[in-house]
């Protein structure tokens, strides 16, 4: 089996402590995000209503395949569902908390955002709940070693031509 590496996003946001260009994300500034979108260099984008722009840059895909290996993409509800729509075999995994309150408590707990930016992600989540059903499969990340086995299972059933796997 190819080994997956995980594609890392651009975004417009401001880079935190102890974060790193090229790891977390590719920071990038709004003027070079608009560069980026007008030149067709991103595979999908999003913005939050907030103003923040994320978006996983074409170049990004090329150097992974180019290494041998699958890209993984770790994106918003949109954005994944704009992959599926135009990259032919993309398979989309719809991963939740167990509970609106338990998101609601991560996102506090991670203590990274205003209170009203954290509002405006629960209300962005509650949007994003709908789209749940246009996936492949969805994960409830309620037990981080049985939700990580369980995505381990549905890449080994896809990459390996199996198929076989379901939604749940």
Known sequence: MQDLE????????AKR??????REYWFISD???????EGGEFLEHVEFPWGQRSGTLRSEIARITAAGK??????EPKGALDVKETVPGAVTIFVEAPSFE????????????????IDERL????KQLEQ?????????NDDFDRALEELSKIVRG??????TMSRP
Do not use: M, W
């Open 6 to 13: 995980l594609a890392v996003s651009a975004t417009t946001r």
């Open 17 to 22: 402590e102890g974060e790193e260009n090229g």
């Open 31 to 37: 003027d070079d995000f608009d560069q980026k979108l």
């Open 70 to 75: 699958l890209p993984l993409l770790d994106l």
């Open 102 to 117: 338990e998101n609601e408590r991560r996102l506090k707990e991670r203590a990274t955002e205003s209170e009203g930016e």
């Open 123 to 126: 209300d962005l989540a509650r």
């Open 132 to 140: 749940a059903n246009d996936f492949d499969f969805l994960i409830v």
């Open 158 to 163: 896809k990459v390996s031509g199996a198929g």
